[in-house]
C-alpha cells in the first residue's frame, strides 16, 4: 500500500509539473506578435516618421509604431517586414540615423530543439501522460487493465475475523457437517495419516436468507485462515474469456495462501447446466467459465488445504459434472430454522438489543413460523427503531410484535377512513374466521382479530399461532384450515345473505389452491384414488406455494378434479356457515367489541365470550 501511495504521489508531481510548463508555453504562444506588412510599406512608415524603434535581425525588420494615445491605456504596437535577400541596406541606415529612429540588431534564431519540442514532443507528451491517467484510474476500478484480475475479496487470518459459528443459530446440523471441514484445516495430518481426503468442495443449499454465506464466513473464522469471497457473477464481463482468467487468478492466488477457503456465492450464475448438442440456445462466456472452473477443481490436490465452497438456491438448475464427486462432494442443505431455531437466532440478534422484562422470544418464535434468519434479523431491528420513534430507552414486547406485524402485514393506514358500513363489513367478515377457528378441533389456535387496515391491501386480520411445528398434515387437519379461510365469506352471506363482497377474495384463492393440492397431489379424494395427478414443474427444488405444476393428465381427469375441488369447498363452506349460524349472539359481541376497540387479543376474545352460552357439542358436527 505504502509503496502503491508513492507511485501516485510521483506520478501526481509529475502531471502537475507538466501542466505548468504547458500553461507557461500556451502563455507565450498567446503574447502579442507583430503585424507581418510589406517591406515597401515598411519603408514608408519610416519615411514618414511614423516609426520610434527599429530592430534588425537576420531575416526580419521590426519596427515600433508610435502611439497618438497619452494615457497609455493601449499597449505598443510592432510591426515586421522580411529582409530583401541579396540586397544591401546601405539607404536604410542612413535612413534611420536621418530620421533618428533608435536602432539595434539581434539573432533571432531559435534552436532546432525548441521547435522540435513545441511542435511534436510537447503534445505527444500530453496526450500520453493522459492516456496512462485515464486507464490508471480505470485499472484501480477493475476496468480494462485488469480484466483478467481475481475481483475476489480477500480476508486474511491476520486482520478480524469475529465471525465463528457462535454467531450462527438455528443450523446445528449444518454446523455439525462443516466442523469437519474447520477441524481438517486446523489438524490436516490426522487426516492424512490414515489417508483419508477432505471434500474438494462444498455446496451449501437452501432458502435466501438461511445464512448459507454467514456459514461459510463462520467457517474460516473458526479455521482462522485467509478467505476468498466472490460471487458468481463476478466472473462475467462483457469481454469475451475474462471469466475463465479470473477463476484462474482465483486459484493460483489461492494455492499461494494455502490453506484457504474459496466461497463462491450464487454459483448458479457460472454453474447452471450446459446446453446440449441438439440445443440453440447457449452462453458461450459462462460455458468457458464453468469448463475453467471444473479444470481448476479438477487440478488442485485438496491436501494442500484449499477448501472450495460454494452457495446456492437453486442446486436443480447446476451442471452435473460440477456437483458430482471430486468436486463438491458434499451437500450441506441449510433449512428454514424450526420453532427451537428460530428462538436460538432471535437469541443471537437480541445481543445487541437493550430488551426489555417482558419480552419473551419463545412467543415470537411460534409467531414467525416458516421465517428464515434475515427475516428475523429484519424484526428484531424494526422493533429496536419502533423503540426509538417512540422514546424508550428499551425494547418492549409491544415493539417486537410491532415489528412483526409491519414485516408480515405491513404497516398500519391509520388515515384509511372507512365507512360505517365498511368497517362493520370488516367486523364481521373477521370475526366468522376467528369463531370459526374456535369451533374446530384441529384449527391454530387465534392469537388476535383486528379491523385496522394494512399496506398490503388487508382491510383487517385474523392471526393464529400454531401451538407447535408440524411436518405432517391430516385430512381433518386440512379442512379445519379450509373451513377457517371460508369463514369470513359464511359470516358475510349469513348476515347480508347473497350480497357479498370482495374483501374475501385472498380467501378463496388460498382455500382453493390447498383443495387443489388436496385431490391432486395429496391423494385425498375416494374418487380418483392415490395418484398424484400433478408434480412441481423441474428447477422448482425449493418450490413457493402457488407456483406452477407440470400438467399430466387427461381433459376428462381434469374435469373430475374440478368436480371433487368443488364438492370440497362447497362442503367445508356450509360446516363454518352451520358454525357460525349457532354463533350468531357470540359474532354479534365480538362485531360490537371490534367496531369499539378495533383490536381484540385472544384474552379479551375469551372474556367477551365468557358471560354468552354455548351451543351444544352435539350440533357442531
Not at 132 to 140: L, S
Not at 256 to 271: R, W
Not at 349 to 366: I, N, S, Y
Not at 493 to 501: A, I
Request: charged share 25%.
Amino acid at each position: 500500500m505504502q509503496k502503491h501511495r508513492k507511485r501516485q504521489w510521483w506520478f501526481t508531481a509529475a502531471y502537475a509539473l507538466w501542466v505548468i510548463f504547458f500553461l507557461s508555453f500556451l502563455h507565450s504562444l498567446a503574447a502579442p506578435r507583430p503585424q507581418e506588412v510589406a517591406y515597401s510599406d515598411f519603408l514608408s512608415d519610416l519615411e514618414s516618421g511614423r516609426l520610434s524603434e527599429v530592430r534588425i535581425t537576420q531575416d526580419k525588420l521590426q519596427g515600433l509604431l508610435k502611439t497618438t494615445n497619452r494615457s497609455g491605456s493601449q499597449p505598443p504596437q510592432w510591426i515586421e517586414a522580411t529582409r530583401l535577400p541579396g540586397i544591401s541596406e546601405a539607404s536604410l541606415l542612413d535612413e534611420l540615423q536621418k530620421q533618428r529612429v533608435k536602432f539595434s540588431g539581434e539573432m533571432a534564431v531559435r534552436p532546432w530543439w525548441v521547435d522540435l519540442l513545441a511542435n511534436w514532443i510537447a503534445p505527444l507528451l500530453l496526450l500520453g501522460l493522459i492516456y496512462f491517467w485515464v486507464f490508471f484510474r480505470m485499472g484501480r476500478a477493475g476496468g480494462p487493465l485488469s480484466v483478467g484480475r481475481n475481483l475476489a475479496r480477500i480476508h486474511d487470518q491476520s486482520s478480524e475475523f469475529d465471525t465463528t459459528f457462535k454467531d450462527v443459530a438455528g443450523a446445528d446440523e449444518a454446523k455439525a457437517e462443516l466442523w469437519e471441514i474447520v477441524d481438517f484445516l486446523k489438524h490436516p495430518e490426522k487426516y492424512q495419516r490414515l489417508g483419508g481426503r477432505i471434500p474438494k468442495g462444498v455446496l451449501l443449499v437452501g432458502p435466501p436468507g438461511t445464512g448459507k454465506t454467514l456459514l461459510a464466513r463462520a467457517v474460516a473464522g473458526e479455521a482462522q485462515v485467509p478467505f476468498f469471497a466472490i460471487s458468481g457473477s463476478a466472473f462475467m464481463e462483457m469481454f469475451v474469456g475474462v471469466g475463465a482468467a479470473r477463476v484462474r487468478d482465483l486459484f493460483e492466488q489461492a494455492k499461494q495462501k494455502a490453506p484457504c477457503i474459496i466461497f463462491i456465492d450464487e454459483l448458479d450464475a457460472i454453474g447452471k447446466a450446459r446446453a446440449g448438442r441438439l440445443t440453440y440456445v447457449g452462453h458461450d462466456e459462462r460455458e468457458q467459465t464453468l469448463n475453467q472452473l471444473l479444470v481448476e477443481m479438477d487440478g488442485f490436490d485438496s491436501s494442500k488445504g484449499v477448501i472450495i465452497m460454494g452457495a446456492t438456491n437453486q442446486p436443480e438448475v447446476l451442471d452435473p459434472a460440477l456437483i458430482r464427486p471430486g468436486r463438491f462432494d458434499r451437500q450441506v442443505v441449510v433449512d428454514r430454522p424450526d420453532l427451537k431455531g428460530r428462538e436460538e437466532i432471535l437469541r443471537v440478534h437480541a445481543r445487541k438489543l437493550v430488551l426489555g422484562p417482558d419480552v419473551d422470544l419463545a412467543t415470537l418464535a411460534a409467531r414467525t413460523p416458516g421465517m428464515v434468519g434475515a427475516d428475523l434479523a429484519n424484526i428484531m431491528n424494526e422493533a429496536a427503531l419502533a423503540a426509538a420513534r417512540r422514546g424508550a430507552a428499551q425494547v418492549e414486547m409491544r415493539d417486537l410484535e410491532a415489528a412483526i406485524d409491519r414485516v408480515t402485514l405491513g404497516f398500519e393506514k391509520k388515515r384509511r377512513l372507512m365507512s360505517q358500513e365498511e368497517k362493520e363489513r370488516v367486523a364481521r367478515h373477521e370475526a366468522g374466521h376467528a369463531l370459526v377457528a374456535l369451533s374446530l378441533p384441529h384449527a391454530d389456535p387465534v392469537h388476535r382479530v383486528s379491523i385496522v387496515p394494512r399496506s398490503i391491501g388487508a382491510l383487517g386480520h385474523t392471526l393464529q399461532l400454531p401451538v407447535s411445528e408440524r411436518y405432517l398434515m391430516t385430512r381433518p387437519e386440512l379442512e379445519d384450515r379450509l373451513a377457517v379461510m371460508l369463514g369470513g365469506r359464511a359470516a358475510e352471506e349469513l348476515f347480508y345473505g347473497n350480497v357479498v363482497s370482495t374483501g374475501a377474495s385472498d380467501d378463496l384463492e388460498r382455500a382453493s389452491e390447498l383443495a387443489r393440492q388436496m385431490i391432486t397431489r395429496f391423494g385425498m379424494s375416494e374418487r380418483l384414488g392415490h395418484v398424484a395427478y400433478e408434480r412441481p414443474l423441474s428447477g422448482q427444488f425449493l418450490r413457493l406455494p402457488g407456483m406452477g405444476a407440470e400438467r399430466n393428465y387427461s381433459e376428462r381427469t381434469a374435469e373430475l378434479i374440478d368436480d371433487e375441488v368443488r364438492q370440497l369447498l362447497d362442503g367445508q363452506y356450509q360446516r363454518a356457515f352451520g358454525l357460525l349460524e349457532r354463533r350468531r349472539p357470540q359474532i354479534e359481541a365480538v362485531v360490537g367489541a371490534l367496531m369499539r376497540q378495533e383490536t381484540l387479543d385472544r384474552a379479551g376474545i375469551d372474556a367477551l365470550l365468557a358471560g354468552l352460552p354455548e351451543p351444544s357439542p352435539a350440533r357442531l358436527s
